[in-house]
Nanobody, 119 residues
Framework: QVQLVESGGGLVQPGESLRLSCAAS????????MGWYRQAPGKQRELVAL???????NYADSLRGRFTISGDNAKHTVDLQMNSLKPEDTAVYYC?????????????RGQGTQVSVSS
């Protein structure tokens, strides 16, 4: 069993920053990628940022420059620094991990953390 625990969401004003964190625990052997997705009300879930085990990153084009993903693969953690937040960044943010356990390869998703940007 694997758990992804997210933290760091909240309510901020436009232009402010937030940092999200996610930690994977349980029967994890290796993580090939960890990242963040988000889903706004009435919209489809979309990729925010992804960090692979070799250090490569992938960002949604619209977020590049404002959001930065980082992590520690050995500790099974990933963070998302979000700067200059806008009301349109309001969404539930989900941590996502592609990993291997003794039972096989799986994709796990956390329960989500709410980010609200409003004046």
């Amino acid at each position: 069993q694997v758990q992804l625990v997210e933290s760091g969401g909240g309510l901020v004003q436009p232009g402010e920053s937030l940092r999200l964190s996610c930690a994977a625990s349980g029967n994890v052997i290796v993580i090939s990628a960890m990242g963040w997705y988000r889903q706004a009300p009435g919209k489809q879930r979309e990729l925010v940022a992804l960090l692979t085990s070799d250090g490569s990153t992938n960002y949604a084009d619209s977020l590049r420059g404002r959001f930065t993903i980082s992590g520690d693969n050995a500790k099974h953690t990933v963070d998302l620094q979000m700067n200059s937040l806008k009301p349109e960044d309001t969404a539930v943010y989900y941590c996502n991990a592609e990993l291997s356990t003794w039972a096989g390869n799986y994709v796990y998703r956390g329960q989500g953390t709410q980010v609200s940007v409003s004046s």
